[in-house]
């Protein structure tokens, strides 16, 4: 049977892209039942139809799956924040990072509209590098730093995550000026952004498949188990077989060695603040 990839759904309806080209794809029977469990990205077979059309008849198993962009297979997470206008959100950065952490997803750091102010960009950026995460600063409206992200996409199926109104449509338009991404203004007033994008689209950019996705504000974390939260902090990592005890969870306990490194600001004092805050939610008993 044909096999395909979700790139877009509309009430009901997929569009699959195959290697003969997009089919505009219904459920068949008993999947349309779980219409709700099928997501942009996933792997699925087909079969054809009259008129160009064709009907899903199964999804192939996901290998990862995120919550918020609701995305299915993804091979990397690209991580929007704008330097200003809005102002970055730390703590919701923090727990997309996390939720791609614990799923074993890679994370590239974008700091865009670095034309607003490029020396706080630079700022953000040795922060999130400092932490190892990759970070490219851009300007989607200048067109900064556009070969570098085109590059990160090569052959792979990435993401965009982020809150509304940090320039995600907009640095894809600046990629690939035949999008013609619907972008819109940040509030002055409430410094945030209108929620343009509604859906999560895959589109095939740079030799691989990015998807534009809705900003969003609001990210649950949840573990397993609230002891995999601390390796999804990789600064973490290093510093936490030296603790005390066994089964520190870096909170109040003698000889924690991630405290002390964040006393001796090898570890930035914002990140382990919310670790505790994501720890908290986690296992609200502690
Ligand atoms: N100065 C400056 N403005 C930018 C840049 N990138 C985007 N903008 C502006 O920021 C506003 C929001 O851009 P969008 O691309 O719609 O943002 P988005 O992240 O897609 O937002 P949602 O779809 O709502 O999640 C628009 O007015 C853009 O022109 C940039 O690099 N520099
Ligand atoms: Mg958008
Ligand atoms: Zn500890």
Same mark, same amino acid.
């Given at each position: 049977?044909?096999?395909?990839?979700?790139?877009?759904?509309?009430?009901?309806?997929?569009?699959?892209?195959?290697?003969? +080209?997009? $089919?505009?794809?219904? =459920?068949?029977? %008993?999947?349309? @039942?779980?219409?709700?469990? !099928?997501?942009?990205? #996933?792997? *699925?077979?087909?079969?054809?139809?009259?008129?160009?059309? +064709?009907? $899903?008849?199964?999804? =192939?198993?996901? %290998?990862?799956? @995120?919550?918020?962009?609701? !995305?299915?297979?993804? #091979?990397? *997470?690209?991580?929007?924040?704008?330097?200003?206008?809005?102002?970055?959100?730390?703590?919701? =950065?923090?727990?997309?990072?996390?939720?791609?952490?614990?799923?074993?997803?890679?994370?590239?750091? *974008?700091?865009?509209?670095?034309?607003?102010?490029?020396?706080?960009?630079?700022?953000?950026?040795?922060?999130?590098?400092?932490?190892?995460?990759?970070?490219?600063?851009?300007?989607?409206?200048?067109?900064?730093?556009?070969?570098?992200?085109?590059?990160?996409?090569?052959?792979?199926?990435?993401?965009?995550?982020?809150?509304?109104?940090?320039?995600?449509?907009?640095?894809?338009?600046?990629?690939?000026?035949?999008?013609?991404?619907?972008?819109?203004?940040?509030?002055?007033?409430?410094?945030?952004?209108?929620?343009?994008?509604?859906?999560?689209?895959?589109?095939?950019?740079?030799?691989?498949?990015?998807?534009?996705?809705?900003?969003?504000?609001?990210?649950?974390?949840?573990?397993?188990?609230?002891?995999?939260?601390?390796?999804?902090?990789?600064?973490?990592?290093?510093?936490?077989?030296?603790?005390?005890?066994?089964?520190?969870?870096?909170?109040?306990?003698?000889?924690?060695?991630?405290?002390?490194?964040?006393?001796?600001?090898?570890?930035?004092?914002?990140?382990?603040?919310?670790?505790?805050?994501?720890?908290?939610?986690?296992?609200?008993?502690?």
């Amino acid at each position: 049977m044909e096999q395909g990839i979700i790139v877009k759904g509309i009430g009901g309806t997929y569009e699959v892209q195959t290697e003969g +080209g997009l $089919v505009l794809c219904s =459920l068949r029977g %008993r999947l349309r @039942l779980r219409d709700d469990r !099928i997501l942009v990205g #996933d792997r *699925v077979e087909i079969s054809r139809e009259a008129q160009g059309r +064709g009907a $899903v008849e199964k999804i =192939l198993p996901r %290998r990862n799956e @995120l919550t918020r962009p609701a !995305i299915a297979n993804v #091979d990397q *997470v690209i991580v929007v924040s704008s330097v200003q206008n809005p102002a970055p959100n730390y703590l919701l =950065l923090d727990r997309i990072l996390v939720q791609a952490e614990l799923l074993g997803i890679d994370c590239i750091v *974008v700091i865009n509209k670095g034309d607003l102010d490029p020396a706080r960009a630079a700022e953000l950026q040795a922060m999130y590098s400092g932490i190892s995460y990759p970070t490219l600063v851009t300007s989607g409206v200048e067109k900064q730093g556009l070969e570098q992200l085109k590059a990160c996409l090569q052959g792979r199926v990435t993401t965009l995550a982020g809150p509304s109104g940090v320039g995600k449509s907009t640095l894809l338009n600046a990629l690939d000026s035949s999008l013609n991404l619907e972008t819109g203004k940040v509030s002055v007033k409430t410094q945030r952004g209108k929620h343009t994008t509604r859906s999560v689209e895959l589109l095939p950019i740079g030799g691989g498949y990015v998807a534009d996705t809705p900003g969003f504000s609001r990210l649950q974390i949840e573990p397993r188990q609230e002891r995999d939260l601390q390796f999804a902090f990789p600064e973490f990592r290093k510093y936490i077989d030296g603790c005390q005890f066994r089964g520190c969870l870096h909170r109040q306990e003698p000889g924690c060695q991630v405290k002390e490194a964040v006393c001796r600001g090898e570890i930035l004092e914002k990140r382990y603040e919310h670790y505790l805050i994501l720890l908290a939610e986690a296992a609200p008993s502690y």
